[in-house]
């Protein structure tokens, strides 16, 4: 059964802070890995997906990366804002991490 | 529509009420997702349907639990004889077409609270 883990559970930084979010899971027999943002009472907004063929993928200030032989993802946020602040999750194979919560100081 | 809704937003249930949550997906998806969210957790995937077709309900808790999408669209979470540990918040996704590749959309859930 694929487990997925995501460390840290909380990470607060000061504005324009370069940061790193980690995922990992157990099975790499995925077709792909995404990466959610949740603000607080709300549902899930989808930020990036990384095929199983792909070793990364990018969006504004965003990338994600995947190297599915170690069974890892991360997340990359530059020069993060306070607009930032939520929890971030990803998935794969229908299975979520308990989420990483970051809190952008201004 | 523009993005998935759901109904009610929040929901209070005397212990052993039925209830019923309901999910609007993007029109035209053929993909949709059900998932339970305690608080401090990651959602939990309970039932998969493709188009009318349920075809994953391994996530369902107990057979207390019932969903059903009869004309592939508009999707009915029912929970009967709620129990108190069924609060959490209810969340529905769709994706457009069928199988784990694709990006899925959710909605802004469910919280259903149980006395």
């Known amino acids: 059964k694929q487990e997925v883990t995501q460390i840290p559970a909380a990470l607060s930084v000061p504005e324009g802070e370069n940061l790193v979010l980690n995922c990992s899971f157990t099975?790499?027999?995925?077709?792909?890995l995404q990466w959610f943002r949740q603000d607080p009472g709300k549902g899930l907004t989808s930020l990036l997906l990384i095929q199983s063929s792909q070793r990364e993928q990018t969006s504004g200030r965003l990338n994600a990366s995947l190297d599915k032989s170690s069974g890892r993802s991360t997340l990359y946020i530059a020069a993060s804002q306070p607009g930032d602040s939520a929890t971030y999750l990803c998935a794969c194979k229908l299975v979520f991490g308990k989420g990483t919560k970051l809190t952008v100081n201004p | 529509g523009a993005g998935v809704s759901q109904s009610p937003r929040y929901k209070v249930a005397k212990r052993g009420q039925d209830v019923a949550l309901r999910c609007d997906p993007i029109s035209g998806h053929v993909s949709l997702f059900w998932y339970q969210q305690a608080l401090g957790q990651g959602p939990e995937f309970l039932t998969y349907f493709q188009n009318e077709a349920q075809l994953d309900k391994s996530g369902l808790p107990s057979d207390r639990f019932f969903a059903e999408r009869p004309e592939g669209s508009v999707s009915t979470l029912k929970i009967q004889r709620t129990q108190q540990e069924d609060s959490a918040v209810y969340l529905c996704?769709?994706?457009?077409?069928?199988?784990?590749?694709?990006?899925?959309?959710f909605g802004p859930g469910t919280r259903l609270l149980v006395l």
């Open positions: 099975d790499s027999a995925i077709y792909n």
């Open positions: 996704a769709s994706s457009l077409l069928t199988g784990q590749e694709e990006t899925q959309y």
